[in-house]
């Protein structure tokens, strides 16, 4: 999963473009290269509304940067022919000077082509496009804060057709056996791909044979730009003329760079003149160690002083159409998600495909019934209570994603992505301290590793007219996942008939702080949710074992907006109503308002449906476990009575489905 923020804040089309592009590299540079089967895109925006006098000086309006970014994103994975399965969008005043773009790609390769090494004598050959100066300062751009006087030119220009050609031509060399040694022109270009492919060897490398878009580049500008669309390979000499005739063959451009050599040097020419000599493990090694001060306060933020509604109706309506809430359906219908044949559990679900859904769920080899499932979890407005409790809860709302559908909770891995301010700053590094004490704790306790991740800091714009350097929310992403044993037993969140029983699966907790339902009530609140992670890992353990053994139809984890959401999701996505009892969810004894047991947003939570001829079977599976029997599906309205029996929610299913679709249906 990669991160192309401030490229796609002062150009949102190409910025995003090239985000795909270079974590769709990342793939083809793994081992030896593995086959890219999905892509997934998460992004922060401001709001769309945002009032045009209030922008500051240079910086785009947050409605140009979303359909920019989303255009880009589209345009390079479908042409790529990868299918877009599995995302997020959040919107917050926060994002408005400095989107944040991720994107992310899911491989797969054999496994005797996992592990690659460089061998004094290879030849150093570039697969691709061409160099030129688009991108040159692209790493070091990202790590400064924005301004009005930003530049364009450090965006990256891509071209998907080129890249799709370079992946086939390098999965053919690779089946063949062809070369040693592959990674992509990443971040510093052929400085950062030769130089660490040649830490243990020593490399020659000729600039002047370098292809270039245009003349005029000196040597430095050759090796830095991050121009795109390029693989490095080291290829035996025995092997160089028939890999050559594959990359003919394909039609993608291949040049002769230098090669590897045994003097544990770099050393760059320029026709005669030798413009580099350096040893390697000064390069690698000789980087200074910084020492930071990070400094946590804890934070008191007012508690909301509002009484319960009592029609729970209205807030339910409006947590559906808060825009990070709401139906993302004019974007996901953008993307291909059924290229390559292998999409099993979709974006969209439901009687009419339209329903919001947990997790994606492919299959990437088409003989086989063996999938996997990705997801992920998000949540910033956590972090700006506590961004321990955030990193936390984003880990447990990936892997519950993977568990609603049918994941296996022992086989799941996950990715993290920190955007942060300056690290420079006490309080602002303290909080990044925070969030990664609780990746480890969480990552530890549920058995998940960190297989990669990336980090993006200094997400800052500089006001000009005051001088001040506005920040980001502290934004963790965390991706997840994870082997489906056999798809044809996956779990979808559509209600499937009336009549059958409702249950929460999880306690409900008084933990309303970082949730919507206080955002719409403008209060942040300060009980954020937490994790009890040895409960969660038995829930998600049980869950896996009542999936296997086919007693729930439907599976919806509880997220932004509680179980209010979370049953109004399933409802409408399946075109079936349901009666719920909120007297009978458990919960913890100071959740005495119906509408904090309606819209708390505590973690580890499911809300399935069960067939009646079943009860016996889940009750006895979660004996001893904390699950209600809180209702049943019944009818085309959702019923919701309070802790008194009293009704509180009265609304029509296709009345929700419009709140929840009516805000991004024409953006």
């Known amino acids: 999963m990669e991160t192309h923020n401030h490229p796609s804040a002062i150009e949102p089309y190409g910025g995003a473009g090239t985000g795909i592009g270079g974590v769709i590299r990342d793939i083809l540079g793994v081992g030896l290269g593995a086959k890219p089967v999905m892509n997934t895109d998460v992004f922060c925006f401001g709001p769309?509304?945002?009032?045009?006098?209030?922008?500051?000086?240079?910086t785009l309006h947050p409605r140009r940067?979303?359909?920019?970014?989303?255009?880009?994103?589209?345009?390079?994975?479908?042409?790529?022919?990868?299918?877009?399965?599995?995302?997020?969008?959040?919107?917050?005043?926060?994002?408005?000077?400095?989107?944040?773009?991720?994107?992310?790609?899911?491989?797969?390769?054999?496994n005797n082509t996992c592990f690659k090494k460089v061998k004094p004598g290879d030849i150093i050959v570039s697969l691709g496009g061409k160099t030129g100066r688009d991108g040159i300062h692209g790493?070091?751009?990202?790590?400064i804060a924005l301004d009005k006087d930003t530049e364009v030119s450090a965006v990256q220009i891509g071209?998907?057709?080129?890249?799709?050609?370079?992946?086939?031509?390098?999965?053919?060399?690779?089946?063949?056996?062809?070369?040693?040694f592959v990674t992509d022109c990443g971040a510093g270009g052929y400085s950062s791909a030769v130089g660490e492919m040649a830490e243990e060897t020593g490399a020659k490398g000729y600039l002047d044979?370098?292809?270039?878009?245009?003349?005029?580049?000196?040597?430095?500008?050759?090796?830095?730009?991050?121009?795109?669309?390029?693989?490095?390979?080291?290829?035996?000499?025995?092997?160089?003329t028939e890999i050559m005739k594959i990359f003919e063959r394909e039609n993608v451009e291949a040049t002769i760079i230098g090669e590897f050599t045994g003097s544990k040097r770099l050393e760059l020419y320029y026709g005669k003149e030798r413009v580099a000599d350096l040893d390697m493990k000064f390069i690698h090694e000789g980087g200074p160690r910084f020492e930071l001060i990070a400094e946590w306060k804890d934070k008191e933020n007012a508690e909301p002083g509002f009484v319960s509604p009592s029609n729970l109706g209205e807030s339910l309506?409006?947590?559906?159409?808060?825009?990070?809430?709401?139906?993302?359906?004019?974007?996901?219908?953008?993307?291909?998600?059924?290229?390559?044949?292998?999409?099993?559990?979709?974006?969209?679900?439901?009687?009419?495909?339209?329903?919001?859904?947990?997790?994606?769920?492919?299959?990437?080899?088409?003989?086989?019934?063996?999938?996997?499932?990705?997801?992920?979890?998000?949540?910033?407005?956590?972090?700006?209570?506590?961004?321990?409790?955030?990193?936390?809860?984003?880990?447990?709302?990936?892997?519950?994603?993977?568990?609603?559908?049918?994941?296996?909770?022992?086989?799941?891995?996950?990715?993290?992505?920190?955007?942060?301010?300056?690290?420079?700053?006490?309080?602002?590094?303290?909080?990044?301290?925070?969030?990664?004490?609780?990746?480890?704790?969480i990552a530890v306790a549920y058995g998940t590793p960190f297989i990669s991740g990336k980090d993006s800091l200094n997400n800052e714009y500089v006001d000009v007219s005051t001088g001040k350097k506005i920040a980001i929310p502290g934004t963790l992403l965390i991706s997840a996942i994870a082997v489906v044993e056999d798809v044809r037993k996956s779990v979808?969140?559509?209600?499937?008939?009336?009549?059958?029983?409702?249950?929460?699966?999880?306690?409900?907790?008084?933990?309303?702080?970082?949730?919507?339902?206080?955002?719409?009530?403008n209060a942040i609140g300060n009980t954020v949710p937490k994790v009890d992670a040895k409960k969660a890992k038995k829930i998600f353990d049980k869950m896996f074992k009542a999936v296997r053994l086919g007693i729930i139809k439907s599976c919806h984890d509880c997220s932004e907006g509680g179980i209010g959401v979370a049953v109004a999701e399933m409802a409408f996505a399946g075109g079936i109503g349901a009666n719920i009892y909120l007297d009978k969810v458990g919960r913890n004894g100071d959740v005495n308002r119906d509408d904090y047991v309606l819209f708390s947003e505590s973690n580890s939570r499911f809300i399935v449906e069960i067939d009646k001829k079943h009860q016996a079977k889940f009750d006895a599976l979660f004996k001893g476990m904390e699950i209600s029997n809180i209702g049943e599906t019944f009818g085309d309205k959702l019923m919701v009575y309070g802790l008194d029996n009293r009704l509180v929610v009265s609304e029509d299913i296709n009345k929700l489905k419009e709140s929840w679709q009516a805000p991004l249906r024409n953006p």
């Open 492 to 521: 979808t969140m559509d209600f499937k008939a009336e009549g059958n029983l409702i249950y929460a699966v999880g306690l409900t907790h008084n933990e309303m702080g970082g949730s919507v339902y206080l955002k719409l009530n």
């Open 139 to 143: 790493a070091t751009f990202s790590s």
């Open 48 to 58: 769309l509304n945002y009032p045009e006098e209030k922008l500051l000086e240079g």
């Open 317 to 441: 309506n409006k947590i559906l159409s808060d825009m990070s809430v709401a139906s993302k359906e004019w974007i996901i219908r953008q993307y291909d998600h059924e290229v390559q044949g292998g999409s099993i559990i979709k974006p969209m679900q439901g009687a009419t495909n339209d329903g919001p859904g947990d997790a994606a769920v492919a299959r990437p080899i088409l003989t086989s019934w063996k999938g996997i499932a990705v997801s992920n979890g998000i949540n910033p407005r956590y972090g700006m209570i506590d961004p321990y409790w955030m990193a936390a809860s984003n880990i447990d709302e990936a892997v519950r994603n993977i568990v609603a559908v049918g994941g296996d909770p022992d086989k799941i891995a996950i990715l993290d992505n920190f955007c942060w301010g300056s690290p420079n700053k006490p309080e602002e590094l303290a909080g990044m301290v925070r969030a990664s004490l609780a990746c480890y704790d």
């Open 209 to 240: 044979r370098v292809p270039l878009k245009y003349p005029g580049l000196t040597p430095w500008e050759i090796w830095v730009s991050e121009a795109q669309e390029r693989m490095v390979f080291a290829v035996p000499l025995s092997k160089l």
């Open 65 to 110: 940067i979303f359909k920019g970014v989303v255009s880009g994103v589209r345009d390079y994975g479908n042409r790529m022919g990868i299918p877009t399965s599995n995302g997020a969008v959040i919107f917050e005043e926060g994002y408005t000077c400095n989107p944040l773009v991720y994107c992310g790609t899911v491989g797969i390769m054999p």
């Open 159 to 180: 071209n998907p057709i080129v890249e799709k050609k370079t992946q086939d031509a390098l999965i053919q060399a690779r089946d063949k056996g062809l070369y040693n």
